[in-house]
């Protein structure tokens, strides 16, 4: 088979999808031709559609030093420290590839997108209006542009914007998926379904549409509805603003404590709000892996969560269901004693719901919820023994219940301002 012919076969098999195929071609054409920067552009490409992080960071490193003024060599290598969310890194690449071809919109718009998952959306929109000045139709640009806008509160604009993209390509998942979320925000999840549903057609294994799916079913609860919307306003601020709410909200109940503990009047007003809002911090934390659990029993929800998931929603369920029964024998024996069962499955449903959630650290939730189970099961054996419900263990377990919120709240906003 001549060279053209293995080239368009490539072609064709990336756009199938069928990586390992086309990456076997590629290997062939290297093996004539091993400092064809094109060749090896395209490797790179299929590895890193394969999730071969590593391999085609090698491979695009190779490439670079062979071509160093070849602009779409940065562009891949941007698109891999994504992959790897090093998005200083990512900037730093896609920088450079604008600087050494500031007509390609496909660079403005990838630039926008680093920006608008950082947070800035000022830039972001700026980014994404400078690639459709270029290219009108640079559907990432599109997207981009819909999504900043929503986040700047300009929803009129933000909804004409993409669904001017899905004229453009009326089939394309990620835009379908990108719209849902939109809806979704807005809070309409009913028309959000039929989004995902669409990206879903085109795309069954599409997460982003998955987990948009997973969203918007569970938005049919108005609880979840009401959580969903604190969900969005909190995941849009800034790591500095996050921390202010979240500081601002611990103080605030603080206060609260310290007046209804010094004025007996106002108790009957105050405690009631104080376990309200006690109520609502806990929520927050394991309404997600509960709603999961409620999935489970739908045919199609069970079908879009993920193993992490479903995991998650069984611990949660095993530390709610310890909790009953803790209660129940309390109130059943009575014994005290029970107090310390039904507070340990209350207090683990916590660390539960989020002992799965992706962070810098890896496992550092799931090695702290463990640490804290076997803390909390060693305070349960010393309270059945000595009878004393306050032990060693059971303040241990208690200070690592309450260091276990500010830990996770470090690494989970972290996590999510790049």
Known sequence: MSEDHRIAKVTILIQQKKYPEAEKVLKDLISEDANNIYFLSLLAEVNLQQDKIDVAKTIIKNAIGLAPDAPHLFYIKSRIAIQQDDYNEAEENIMQAIALDSYDADYFAFLAHIKLSRKQYEEALEFANKALEIDSENLLGLNTRSTALLKLDRSEESFNTIEGALREDPNNAYTHANYGWSLLEKGDNKKALKHFNEALKSDPNFSYAQSGMLEAI?????????????????????????????????????????????????????????????????????????????????????????????????????????????????????????????????????????????????????????????????????????????????????????????????????????
């Open 218 to 418: 569970k938005a049919s609860n108005p609880l979840y509805r009401g959580y969903l919307k604190y969900s969005f306003w909190m995941g849009n601020l800034t790591a500095k603003y996050q921390w202010g709410v979240i500081i601002g909200f611990y103080l605030g109940v603080k206060l609260l404590r310290n007046l209804a503990d010094n004025n007996a009047n106002l108790q009957p007003y105050l405690n009631p709000l104080i376990i309200i809002l006690a109520l609502f911090a806990y929520s927050t934390w394991v309404i997600t892996p509960i709603g999961n659990l409620f999935l489970r029993f739908n045919k199609y929800g069970q079908l879009l969560l993920s193993e992490k998931q479903k995991q998650s929603s069984n611990f949660v369920a095993l530390g709610l269901a310890v909790f009953a029964v803790g209660l129940l024998l309390y109130f059943v024996l009575p014994d005290e004693r029970f107090l310390s069962v039904a507070v340990f499955g209350c207090a683990m449903m916590l660390p539960c719901s989020v002992m799965f959630s992706p962070t810098k650290y890896k496992d550092s939730l799931m090695i702290y919820t463990i640490v804290m189970a076997i803390i909390g099961i060693l305070a349960i054996a010393l309270t059945f023994i000595s009878g004393e419900i306050f032990n060693l263990m059971s303040v241990i377990f208690i200070f690592g219940f309450i260091g276990f919120q500010w830990a996770a709240n470090f690494l989970l906003i972290k996590q999510s301002n790049r």
